[in-house]
């Protein structure tokens, strides 16, 4: 499921004898789309957060630390797409309004997930599922 409401960009990583510099989002790049807030999530080794759609906000999600599988769902296909991203698979996603998404840590102890969203968290334009509303297997790596 690539489509214009999922895109993967590759990150700059500039190496630093004494801790490297991980590049997230610059204004001139097509993933921005104006800032609202960023924040961190942090996964577990194994957890899922699944299943949430947002209806306005614009997604900019890095890892910084650890790896992390996302799973994409559009429609009402059963049609998954995954991207495992992290440390040292260094890139950001950019998901648009209207995609479900759930997300996996893979790193042992815990991965970090940064946001940068275009508006501020709005719970009345976020919808959220339970882990078993859709048909994925998430122990499958």
């Known amino acids: 499921m690539k489509d ?10 500039i190496p ?14 097509k993933g921005y789309n104006g800032f609202g807030e960023a924040y961190f999530s942090i996964i577990l080794n194994n957890s899922v957060k699944a299943w949430k759609l947002h209806k306005r906000m614009t997604m900019n999600l890095v890892v910084p630390y650890g ?3 996302f799973v994409f769902k559009k429609d009402k296909s059963n049609i998954f ?11 950001r996603l950019t998901i648009l ?4 998404f759930g997300f996996q840590g893979l790193k042992d102890k815990e991965s970090l997930v940064l946001n940068i969203a275009d508006i501020e968290h ?20």
Do not use: C
């Open 97 to 100: 309004p209207g995609v479900w």
């Open 4 to 13: 214009d409401a999922i895109k993967i960009s590759d990150l700059s990583r």
């Open 67 to 69: 790896l992390v599988r």
């Open 16 to 29: 630093n004898p004494n801790g490297d510099v991980m590049h997230a989002l610059k204004s001139s790049e």
């Open 122 to 141: 709005d719970p009345s334009e976020v919808e959220t599922k339970p882990i078993d509303y859709f048909n994925f297997n998430w122990s499958n790596k």
């Open 81 to 91: 797409s995954q991207e495992i991203i992290g440390e040292n698979q260094y890139k």
